[in-house]
């Protein structure tokens, strides 16, 4: 059998949470009560302009918003990854997010889990579900202190299909043999690249076009 490897998306793939469900931790858990209540209550008002602009572009919906974690230590932020994980990201894996894991292992794959999220907010989730590889976005400390840019290239649409290549040519696996999950339109290209996709809880659009190429559409509860 040729090496292959499942590769999935994480928010909304594996889990009920997204990328602002996170820093909101991060917000809440953070400094004094009152620094807290001013980060969760920008957090709150910038909803509605996280929203529009993940719609509209992904990219620029990620650089915009890791911005909120300038000036955050790394120390702090690697350990409230551990209670977050524990507190936000477990409780909000889908019940059956585990079994579809298991069964590509099964068939001989490797796991990977590529997200636009950050790298030290999916370390605990990735430990968890045993997976061989994370593929995510790394933020740029200077001095230990977040500067709230992320080091190119962010990942993220094509970005993440170029992931996934780069990845099967270091590794020596056959694209052609590798599955792919996810459940936004905007992750088109890491599922166009792979030779078995799959829609999962997929968006309108997402679920149109696995309509349309014949792929498999799962509905994880």
């Known amino acids: 059998m040729p ?18 469900h996170v820093y909101a931790y991060y917000a809440m858990n953070r400094g004094s009560l009152l620094g807290m209540a001013g980060r969760s209550l920008t957090t709150a008002a910038s909803l509605p302009l996280f929203g529009a602009l993940d719609v509209l572009n992904r990219k620029v ?23 977050m994980f524990e507190d936000v990201l477990k409780p909000a894996l ?4 585990k079994d579809l894991i298991a069964e590509a ?9 590529v997200t636009g999220a950050l790298d030290f ?9 045993g997976a061989d590889e994370l593929i ?28 996934i290549r780069d990845y099967c040519a270091r590794e020596g696996l056959s694209l052609a043999h590798c599955h792919g999950y996810s ?15 799959t829609a999962v809880n997929p968006d309108m659009r997402l679920r149109s076009l696995a309509r349309a190429y014949n792929w498999p559409i799962l509905d994880l509860k």
């Open 3 to 20: 090496a292959k490897a499942a590769f999935y998306d994480v928010d909304g793939t594996l889990v009920k949470t997204n990328i602002v």
């Open 61 to 83: 919906f990620n650089e915009f918003f890791y911005r909120y974690y300038q000036g955050l230590t790394e120390d702090r932020l690697l350990t409230v990854a551990e209670d």
């Open 94 to 97: 889908y019940d059956q997010s």
């Open 105 to 113: 292992r099964r068939s001989g794959c490797r796991i990977v889990l």
């Open 121 to 129: 907010t999916m370390r605990p989730l990735a430990r968890y579900l």
């Open 136 to 163: 995510a976005n790394k933020m740029q400390f200077v001095g230990g202190v977040a500067t709230g840019k992320v080091i190119p290239p962010i990942i993220e649409g094509a970005y993440k299909a170029n992931a």
């Open 183 to 197: 459940d936004s339109a905007s992750d088109y290209a890491m599922l166009a690249i792979v030779g078995r996709p």
